[in-house]
């Protein structure tokens, strides 16, 4: 079964794929519940960091990190940043919570004894009011070493959400922003790491790649993949109430854990990944000895309406062609900014007009509805197509260069 991170609101109105891991009967139900609650395992934490610490040592020294839509009591995040809070040469460690109110009415909420056992304890503020938790290099309790036991806290002003003006405040005073922020608002959290001009690295799904807003930031070396998840595997502990949600083989009830396959790490914090070049074979070899058979079949096709090679897998991209080649997605968790160029989103019609790629036009779509087409194909339609397998059925690819070093 494909398993896929929810595709939520906010998302599947821009059209992104559907998403397959909900039991059918519940995708309506999970959609409009806007099902943001997926807590993150501590060794995935641990992983994509260890991938920044690897090229920078210091890469968290000195620096002020922001952990936005989370909390200390129930997430990693925060644990996992206080335990290395010394070794990491943090300067301040900065969490907050959303108010339990402003989430799903169906998310049972108990305030932990920590909290409730504290004289800044209020009953109504627990539940209306986001918190905020800080770590600072003092050893509150006096125990002789600083980390969570050290964490001072206070209620946020308003519900903790990410785009009020005091976590706001908060984000422009940070250097890192770090979490797995609400995968319904994905778009608009990136926007606003943006507008801060901050470091951030955040989990989202695989498919915000392509988005049009998300796209031209990877486009520009603005913003990258992670290392990502161990062989691509990611898991989360979601809320009870969530369970029944998902279909056998992505919720597990024994590790309680849910496990999707498109989930993946968007940072632009340098890691050694991204610096690997692609190993590739020359378009003769690839010919040759190419293990697709498509490749040794077919060759490098021309799209008939471009000016560019059709590249159907990302390990056959020739190492030693010049010109422009249409290459699948999955291209950019391979992207090396040293090897190659992205020049465009060939499935977004704004971007291949401004490429310059030839719209199907009357002659193709008659050929198109001649073969038995049914999907709504227009003569002003500007993808990239091929005649066969099928007639032109827009390949869904990115279209990049070879970068010529001097
Ligand atoms: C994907 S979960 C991740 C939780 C935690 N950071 C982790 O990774 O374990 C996203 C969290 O953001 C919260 N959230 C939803 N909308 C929010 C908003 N507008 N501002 C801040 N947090 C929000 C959700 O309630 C949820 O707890």
Redesign the pocket.
Known sequence: MTKQLPTKPEDTAAGSAVPSGYKNSNLTAAKSN?N?????QWPAIEREMNAYLEYNPDVFRDKVIL?????PE????AKFFALHFTDYGIKKLIS???AAD??PSD?PYEPTLFEVEDPKFDADKTRSH?KKFVLEAKDVNGDGVVNIDDLQWEYLEG??????AE?TALRDEADIVI???????FRKFVAWLVEGNVKFSI?GANNATTYKEIFPLIQENKMWLGKGFAKGDAY??IPESAQNTYAAGVYDPETQLVHFRNANWFTNIEHGRRHEPLKLMTMEDNLRFSRHKEIKELGYRKYDNYDAIEVPKVDAIPSDYDGMMGVPVTFLDRYNPDQFEILFNADDMEQTKQWGVEPLGEKRVADYYAAGGTGGNSKGHRKLFLYSPRPWVPYKRIVIRRKVTS
């Not at 129930?74 to 995040?77: A, G, I, K, V």
């Open positions: 806007k943001d609650e997926f807590y993150t952990l936005p839509c989370d909390d129930w997430s990693n995040f907050t919570s959303y402003s989430k998310l986001g519900d903790g959400d990410f785009r009020s976590v979490t797995n922020p609400p995968f319904s608002l989990i989360f502990r």
